[in-house]
């Protein structure tokens, strides 16, 4: 994985989505929080997580459009440009009269996220040979697990002793330095645009990219797994606070430990990840990695009957941080290799619609079942949804390697 690191144009592309999404993960944790000193009022803080998963729904299709028809060094360093710029109008809010520009500025560096996040991981796919995809996407796995160990408790860090303009600035000063860092990693690269003609027709050419994949047996499948997988995450967002406070005892400390630690797991999960990718296929990897996914979730939540020992729950939920970034690194491995590079920004971006906007729906089913006996058995079936996924994840490994499925029939 680290190797990979000496191929031009990986390492300023890998170094500027560490910086990038460190300043994410910062104003992700410290506006909330600002919000809620400013209102009072959790409802509100709450429209601001619902309003970063609009753009992903809405946008990321469109977005797609851009990423195949335009340079995409050249689009990564723009979009780097205006999210630092972006932050700026922050600066001017101080008190809740100013709330509508959080909003416009929630959204706004949402849908540039929209853009920038599936433009990398196309971009990923034309710098190393076809041997080496699911190798970068773990090295951009790994940095991106290492961000938001970093960039979380430094967003709260900054806020709690220097105030949001800290954050801002800190923020907006990651952007610009990722800016930099993808303009040095283009020099010298051939222009990344797949397509022979730079005309952007939006709505023609986001529906070519559906229609990509609903030609593609194995892009298809993929799609049905990452709604199932999505649902899960959805619900769990939701489930697994009410299960900390309802059967650990815990509190809001508790919950914020719990969910901090999956990225210990991840961290140390992609360092043997590399093992596995020597040995299994893209679809083979993610078959494992969800079904040990779902048999972690049924673990955890049926854990209290024998023990609500907190030190447990952390070495669980440590573990659980694993088979996310395995399962992450094989979808997106599968999209490279079977989206066409004319079509694969459309491809991704629609993979990462599909799971925002199912994601939505699966917050919002687990928001309906209250604490009672609803919550004991929505939890027996978000961990069922991810062990499906893993079962509909093994026709994605038969579409996408036939000859061997075949075999094995004989």
């Known amino acids: 994985m680290w190797s990979l690191l000496h191929r031009p144009g990986v390492p300023g592309l890998a170094a500027a989505g560490l910086l990038s999404e460190v300043g994410d993960w910062m104003l992700f944790v410290a506006l909330p929080l600002f919000v809620l000193q400013l209102t009072g009022s959790p409802l509100v803080t709450a ?173 298809r499948r993929i799609m049905g797994v990452v709604a199932l997988m999505a649902v899960a995450q959805g619900a769990f967002v939701v489930l697994f606070v009410l299960f900390v406070v309802r059967d650990l005892g815990g509190s809001e400390t508790d919950v914020g430990v719990l969910r901090g630690v999956q990225a210990i797991g991840a961290l140390a999960g992609g360092a043997l990840l590399g093992l596995a990718v020597r040995r299994l296929s893209a679809g083979r990897l993610v078959v494992v990695s969800l079904a040990a996914f779902g048999a972690l979730s049924l673990v955890i939540w049926n854990g209290p009957a024998v023990t609500t020992a907190f030190g447990v729950y952390v070495g669980l939920f440590i573990a659980a941080g694993a088979p996310g970034l395995a399962t992450m690194t094989g979808l997106l491995t599968l999209l490279q290799e079977h989206a066409p590079d004319a079509g694969r920004g459309r491809v991704i971006s629609t993979f990462f619609a599909v799971f925002g906007g199912v994601q939505a729906i699966g917050m919002l089913l687990a928001g309906l079942v209250g604490t009672g006996a609803g919550l004991t058995a929505a939890l027996q079936v978000q961990g069922v949804l991810y062990l499906v996924a893993a079962g509909l994840a093994v026709r994605v490994e038969q579409a996408a390697h036939p000859h061997r499925s075949s075999h094995c029939g004989r």
Do not use: K
Not at 47 to 66: D, N
Not at 125 to 139: E, S
Not at 165 to 171: C, E, M, R, T
């Open 47 to 219: 429209t601001v997580f619902a309003l970063e998963l609009v753009p992903t729904v809405v946008a990321a299709p469109l977005a797609g459009v851009l990423i195949d028809r335009m340079d995409r060094w050249r689009l990564m360093i723009g979009v780097a440009a205006v999210q630092a710029l972006g932050l700026l109008p922050l600066l001017a809010v101080d008190s809740a009269a100013d709330l509508w520009l959080v909003y416009v500025v929630v959204v706004v560096e949402s849908a540039l996220g929209t853009v920038i996040e599936p433009c990398r991981t196309a971009t990923a796919a034309t710098l190393v040979p076809a041997g080496d995809l699911m190798a970068v996407n773990q090295l951009m796995g790994v940095l991106s697990s290492a961000a938001r160990l970093v960039g979380g408790p430094l967003g709260g860090l900054l806020l709690g002793t220097a105030g949001i303009d800290a954050v801002l600035v800190a923020d907006a000063a990651t952007f610009a330095v990722a800016a930099a860092l993808l303009m040095a990693g283009s020099r010298g690269r051939t222009a990344t645009r797949a397509a022979p003609s730079p005309r952007v027709r939006l709505l023609h050419d986001w529906g070519d990219g559906l229609r990509v994949v609903a030609r593609a047996p194995v892009l």
